[in-house]
């Protein structure tokens, strides 16, 4: 098996990990963990494990003139961007989140043009346009009465404020991802998030009732701290080691299909009208923002 297959294999690896997640965690909260409490599972048992493996890389110091970045990575990366999403998912449905989650290329896309002055042509603005109406209109009118949602708009709301979090994060974080291994650069991030996220979740990481969970609550744990946190990470990594960026990137039309179908395949969510289409606006407005142009063929000047 060639090693790019494997890291198209690794890539859906990922984009399926991520797309179940959406119900798996929402199976959690609020029955056996409050969100914030769950992120106090999530970031410390990330930080555990990449300590445990970090000796498998080379020994690496953080340079002094890094540190604000690197602290700063950590409230986007791994404080704001898991305490909105987590919240979010909490009091709104997996498929929305699984819809709304879609909007970071296009975050990106606004961003990179913002702080690093890339240029975006008009068909990249016209996708920003519609994909920005879709997570609007799931915002806005997405509202339905269900007992494990209990304020799907501003549930809306603060998903889609992780997209903008995340975004911001893969735009500042990208001249760390180039200069220190990920082993070393992780430990040390997902270090900062236990202590960014301890104040808002200590009290409800303490109230989770770890004699009385049954075993699908630990599984569900597991799978957040192990598979969503670690492994997709390792895969991604992978994944681009041997495919393009914009290759890896096409994979996020993925999530929401598989976010989708495992929900109403397990009961947790049902199709709407409003879900359908928004759904198929922020995948149009991904696909426009995000596909490369055509390049302009040379001309063979005759005579």
Same mark, same amino acid.
């Given at each position: 098996?060639?090693?790019? !297959? !494997?890291?198209?294999? %690794?890539?859906?690896?990922?984009?399926?990990?991520?797309?179940?997640?959406?119900? &798996?965690?929402?199976? *959690?909260?609020?029955?056996? +963990?409050?969100?914030?409490?769950?992120?106090?599972?999530? @970031?410390?048992?990330? %930080?555990?494990?990449?300590?445990?493996?970090?000796?498998?890389?080379?020994?690496?110091? &953080?340079?002094?003139?890094?540190?604000?970045?690197?602290?700063?990575?950590?409230?986007?990366?791994?404080?704001?961007?898991?305490?909105?999403?987590f919240k979010g998912l909490s009091l709104s449905t997996p498929i929305n989140s699984a819809v709304l989650i879609t909007t970071t290329p296009i975050i990106v896309l606004i961003l990179s043009a913002i702080i690093l002055k890339e240029n975006i042509s008009g068909r990249k603005? &016209?996708?920003?346009?519609?994909?920005?109406?879709?997570?609007?209109? !799931?915002?806005?009118?997405?509202?339905?009465?269900?007992?494990?949602?209990?304020?799907?708009?501003?549930?809306?709301?603060?998903?889609?404020?992780?997209?903008?979090?995340?975004? $911001?994060?893969?735009?500042?974080?990208? @001249?760390?991802?180039?200069?220190y291994h990920p082993f070393t650069f992780m430990k040390w991030l997902f270090s900062l998030g236990v202590l960014i996220c301890l104040p808002f979740g200590f009290d409800e990481f303490m109230q989770i009732s770890w004699s009385t969970l049954p075993f699908e609550a630990y599984?569900?744990? +597991?799978? @957040?701290?192990?598979?969503?946190?670690?492994?997709?990470?390792?895969?991604?990594?992978? +994944?681009?080691?041997?495919?393009? %960026?914009?290759?890896? $990137?096409?994979?996020?039309?993925?999530?929401?299909?598989?976010? *989708?179908?495992?929900? &109403?395949?397990?009961?947790?969510?049902?199709?709407? !009208?409003?879900?359908?289409?928004?759904?198929?606006?922020?995948?149009?407005?991904?696909?426009? +923002?995000?596909?490369?142009?055509?390049?302009?063929? @040379?001309?063979?000047?005759?005579?």
């Amino acid at each position: 098996m060639s090693k790019r !297959l !494997l890291a198209i294999i %690794a890539a859906i690896g990922a984009t399926t990990i991520y797309g179940l997640n959406h119900t &798996i965690a929402k199976g *959690i909260m609020p029955h056996y +963990a409050q969100p914030y409490g769950f992120i106090i599972l999530r @970031v410390l048992g990330a %930080a555990i494990i990449f300590w445990l493996i970090s000796p498998l890389g080379p020994k690496e110091q &953080i340079e002094r003139k890094d540190y604000l970045r690197m602290i700063f990575c950590a409230f986007l990366g791994m404080g704001l961007n898991m305490l909105v999403f987590f919240k979010g998912l909490s009091l709104s449905t997996p498929i929305n989140s699984a819809v709304l989650i879609t909007t970071t290329p296009i975050i990106v896309l606004i961003l990179s043009a913002i702080i690093l002055k890339e240029n975006i042509s008009g068909r990249k603005i &016209i996708g920003i346009g519609i994909g920005l109406l879709g997570a609007l209109g !799931l915002i806005l009118f997405g509202s339905e009465v269900r007992l494990d949602a209990p304020n799907i708009p501003m549930g809306n709301f603060l998903i889609f404020l992780n997209s903008i979090f995340y975004g $911001s994060y893969l735009v500042v974080v990208k @001249v760390l991802i180039t200069k220190y291994h990920p082993f070393t650069f992780m430990k040390w991030l997902f270090s900062l998030g236990v202590l960014i996220c301890l104040p808002f979740g200590f009290d409800e990481f303490m109230q989770i009732s770890w004699s009385t969970l049954p075993f699908e609550a630990y599984w569900g744990i +597991a799978f @957040v701290i192990f598979g969503t946190t670690f492994c997709t990470y390792l895969f991604n990594i992978f +994944a681009l080691s041997q495919l393009k %960026a914009s290759t890896l $990137s096409a994979f996020v039309y993925l999530q929401p299909l598989i976010g *989708i179908g495992y929900a &109403i395949l397990t009961g947790q969510d049902n199709l709407t !009208l409003i879900k359908i289409i928004a759904a198929c606006l922020v995948l149009v407005g991904v696909y426009l +923002a995000s596909r490369k142009p055509k390049a302009n063929p @040379v001309k063979t000047k005759i005579g």
